[in-house]
Nanobody, 115 residues
């Protein structure tokens, strides 16, 4: 069974940093372009960042370019999201998943950014 377990969320103040982790199992992690998504209350889930299978390329939403960095460790079936200079607008539940044809969603990890 596919499992996507996000962690690392928490409460931070604007301008601070946070690193999220996603431990996966139940599929061949190294075969897929992966992504981080986020969803704020009352809003649609949005794509935040993507990373290719070998980490040779990544893509970011305009809203996070220059502040976030996506990474992956295929040996550990794990991916990461380094979030710097956090803003109130970044507050959301963050999810990891495949970029193309997502698996069922995990529980996500809550990122709260105080004003």
């Amino acid at each position: 069974q596919v499992q996507l377990v996000e962690s690392g969320g928490g409460l931070v103040q604007p301008g601070e940093s946070l690193t999220l982790s996603c431990v996966t199992s139940g599929f061949t992690f190294s075969s897929y372009v992966m992504a981080w998504y986020r969803q704020a209350p009352g809003k649609e889930r949005e794509l935040v960042a993507t990373i290719t299978t070998t980490s040779d390329n990544s893509n970011y939403a305009d809203s996070v370019k220059g502040r976030f960095a996506i990474g992956r460790d295929n040996a550990k079936n794990t991916m990461y999201l380094q979030m710097n200079s956090l803003k109130s607008e970044d507050a959301a539940v963050y999810y990891c998943n495949r970029r193309y044809g997502p698996w069922p969603w995990g529980q996500g990890t809550q990122v709260t950014v105080s004003s």
